[in-house]
């Protein structure tokens, strides 16, 4: 039997993709340069090319993508971030990988809770604008 962390799948997995669909938001819906994406969400220039040419983030992305609560809950991330509302941006992206499992375990996937999930009411974080 292996043991497999609750937040490992999600550093292959999920966070990629997220940062895949948020850089495709900034850069292609939100007409920002990939420079400006990249500073804005902590990464090299590069490694947004990476999510935009599809090198990164490819795994469960389409699943994301396809599910209208996560991708308004994804929205309102970008937003966040292109307002430079960047005061709890990595408990943001807790959120949305808590949301993502949701999204997976719809469709099949049997990922088990992290504690932040299990507490994510106490945390009083909002993606509403």
């Known amino acids: 039997?292996?043991?497999?962390?609750?937040?490992?799948?999600?550093?292959?997995?999920?966070l990629p993709a997220i940062r895949a669909l948020v850089a495709e938001k900034l850069v292609e819906e939100k007409n920002l340069s990939i420079y400006k994406a990249a500073?804005?969400?902590?990464?090299?220039?590069?490694?947004?090319?990476?999510?935009?040419?599809?090198?990164?983030?490819?795994?469960?992305?389409?699943?994301?993508?396809?599910d209208k609560e996560f991708m308004d809950f994804l929205?309102?991330?970008s937003n966040k971030i292109v307002k430079k509302d960047n005061s709890s941006l990595s408990s943001y992206y807790c959120i949305l990988c808590a949301e993502g499992k949701k999204v997976l375990n719809k469709?099949?996937?049997?990922?088990?809770?992290?504690?932040?999930e299990n507490n994510?009411?106490?945390?009083?974080?909002?993606?509403?604008?």
């Open 39 to 66: 500073e804005l969400m902590g990464l090299t220039p590069a490694a947004v090319e990476n999510y935009l040419k599809k090198r990164r983030g490819t795994g469960v992305k389409e699943l994301l993508k396809n």
């Open 75 to 77: 929205d309102s991330f």
């Open 107 to 116: 469709n099949g996937y049997k990922l088990s809770h992290c504690i932040v």
């Open 1 to 14: 039997m292996q043991l497999v962390l609750p937040c490992e799948y999600s550093v292959k997995e999920i």
């Open 120 to 129: 994510l009411a106490s945390y009083n974080l909002s993606l509403e604008e």
